[in-house]
């Protein structure tokens, strides 16, 4: 079975840094398009970034752009997301998404197939 597994999240003082890794279970995803979104509580899951691994399009939410970077790593079937300057509003769970490729860089929950169990960001202040 497919099966995406994220790590790295935990707590971070604002102004911090963390790197979230999401590794997948078949090479088949090296040429997948990867997302990362967030869903804090109370909140809807919003979209984070996105990458289309074989056309190295990338795409980020106006609310970390210059913040986050998402970045692949072939060899060992894994996007990552750098997350820099950390503030309070980032606090949420962030899930890794997946999904065959396709034009563009989607985001929207809808547009992706594949799913990790989600990894805790808590961002104190």
């Known amino acids: 079975q497919v099966q995406l597994v994220e790590s790295g999240g935990g707590l971070v003082q604002a102004g911090g840094s963390l790197r979230l890794s999401c590794a997948a279970s078949?090479?088949?995803?090296?040429?997948?398009?990867m997302g990362w979104f967030r869903q804090a509580p109370g909140k809807e899951r919003e979209f984070v970034a996105a990458?289309?691994?074989?056309?190295?399009?990338?795409y980020y939410a106006d609310s970390v752009k210059g913040r986050f970077t998402i970045s692949r790593d072939k060899a060992k079937i894994t996007v990552n997301l750098q997350m820099n300057s950390l503030k309070p509003e980032d606090t949420a769970v962030y899930y890794c998404a997946a999904v065959a490729p396709r034009r563009g860089v989607p985001t929207g929950t809808h547009d992706y197939d594949y799913w990790g169990q989600g990894t805790q960001v808590t961002v104190s202040s």
């Open positions: 990458t289309n691994w074989s056309g190295g399009t990338t």
């Open positions: 078949g090479r088949t995803f090296i040429s997948y398009t």
